[in-house]
């Protein structure tokens, strides 16, 4: 069965340092999706992007993230200059189309350690 | 404010016992509603979603959720649990727009423990 991809599982980084965290979604799907889940918390909504550009962002996703889809498999998620409260589980998600018939499939997640 | 609830952080059942967790949400018109399980170390992976139509959903692993409108709520169950089915489970909403739907809200989730 296909699925999401996310590399790497774990990453440790310093304070300040930049992070890119990647994600390959499943081939034939035109939506991918960043949520992360801090520690105890629950899972928030990052971005969601479309036809190379975002859709949608919340309050969370500011000028330190951005999103790319680099070529054709693969899709990132940059923190420019990490902080300490980045911590958390990245989970990637992809989905056919936006359409209440197409599932958004998960990720297992980068789990990001900002030190 | 658009919010889903899960009244209970942790619930531990009898391996063959009933279970049912609970979930509430807060939104202007109904919302597509899902239900999310997460092994330990594992990615979400879901259960069964609610868009329209019979308000009692089948889902994956034997589980069901039934919509109700009066009371916001979307509450999962399963007639008798499996050591297996020890996970965090999360019910989660998506806006409905148009025919179409975006990012997806989830609720702070339920811890389920299952003992022998």
């Known amino acids: 069965e296909p699925e999401v991809t996310q590399t790497p599982s774990h990453q440790v980084t310093q304070m300040g340092q930049e992070v890119i965290l990647r994600c390959v979604p499943i081939s034939n799907h035109l939506y991918f999706y960043w949520y992360r889940q801090i520690l105890g918390q629950k899972v928030e909504f990052l971005v969601s992007?479309?036809?190379?550009?975002?859709?949608?962002k919340s309050e969370i996703f500011d000028d330190q993230f951005s999103v790319e889809r680099p070529d054709g498999s693969n899709f990132t998620l940059k923190i420019r200059s990490t902080k300490l409260e980045d911590s958390a589980m990245y989970f990637c998600?992809?989905?056919?189309?936006?359409?209440?018939?197409?599932?958004?499939?998960f990720g297992p997640g980068t789990r990001l350690t900002v030190t | 404010a658009q919010s889903v609830t899960q009244p209970d952080i942790h619930i531990t059942v009898s391996e063959g016992a009933s279970l049912e967790l609970r979930c509430n949400y807060s939104y202007g018109a109904t919302p597509y509603l899902f239900w999310y399980v997460q092994s330990p170390g594992q990615g979400l992976q879901l259960l069964l979603k609610y868009f329209s139509g019979d308000t009692l959903v089948q889902g994956i692993k034997g589980f069901e959720a039934e919509f109700k409108r009066s009371q916001s709520s979307f509450n999962l169950r399963k007639p008798s649990v499996h050591w297996s089915d020890a996970a965090e489970y999360f019910c989660a909403v998506a806006p409905r727009r148009k025919t179409s739907y975006d990012k997806v809200i989830f609720g702070p989730g339920t811890s389920l423990s299952v003992i022998p």
């Open positions: 998600a992809s989905s056919e189309l936006a359409e209440p018939t197409y599932e958004q499939y």
């Open positions: 992007f479309y036809n190379n550009e975002i859709s949608e």
